[in-house]
């Protein structure tokens, strides 16, 4: 079934992590947010009101397919009222500590085993997420020692587009040195992803869904090539390389 697909691309929230909403982690990386900022006001109520622009921010980010820099997404979006002096050098951390407070994230089940196999079968594999901060993957990655699989790792961060533009999809493919038709994007969002990998001219889309969503009906439009349960199904499908023929 998949004897043309050689490059296998993953997203990373809801695929390879998932986020655990636990209230201590959560308030630390609040407080250390106000530390950061300088300010007086209590870390519940400024961090509210971060929570509030960012839903403003990514409603933008959503419209236009663009994801701002990390300097930008705090002097434009979040934190405009304090000083850029202030602000510059500590955006890139800000920006860690705030993802930190939506929650501590972890690997699925089976996270290391599907990514060793995958490529110990011959795929040459990449990532392409959304994300606003630019190096917690790569950071996340090295410290796993999962970063010697990936031969691309695309984020939005970095590139500036987002997802379902094909323009991220299609680049991912091109750092990589493969052909889109030849290859398969793994996600958790039926709109997005579908939409975006077959514009981008991907071979094969496989989405994951939330335990809630799993059984309801799908769009014809945004029906993918396959639906799995658990990150762990992907080894049934896709055989070592050599044997795809058979």
Sequence with gaps: MHQEIDAIFLDIGNTLRILLKEEPY??????????????????????????RRYKDYRKWAFEHLLEASEEELWLRWLAPEFPTSHIMPLAHELTYQFRQSMGRRVMVDGCKEVITNLHARGYTLGIISNVITTTEIPDWLAEEKLDQYFKSILLSSTFGRRKPDPAIYQEAARRANVPPEKSAYVGDNFSRDVVGTRAAGFGMVIIMPDADERGDA?????????????????????????????
């Design 26 to 51: 959560r308030a630390e990386a609040r407080q250390n947010i106000v530390s950061l900022i300088g300010t007086t006001e209590p870390a519940d109520l400024f961090c509210a009101e971060l929570d």
């Design 218 to 246: 799908v769009p014809p439009e945004y029906q993918p090539d396959l639906i799995i349960n658990t990150l762990k199904d992907l080894l049934a499908h896709f055989p070592e390389r050599s044997m795809k023929a058979n």
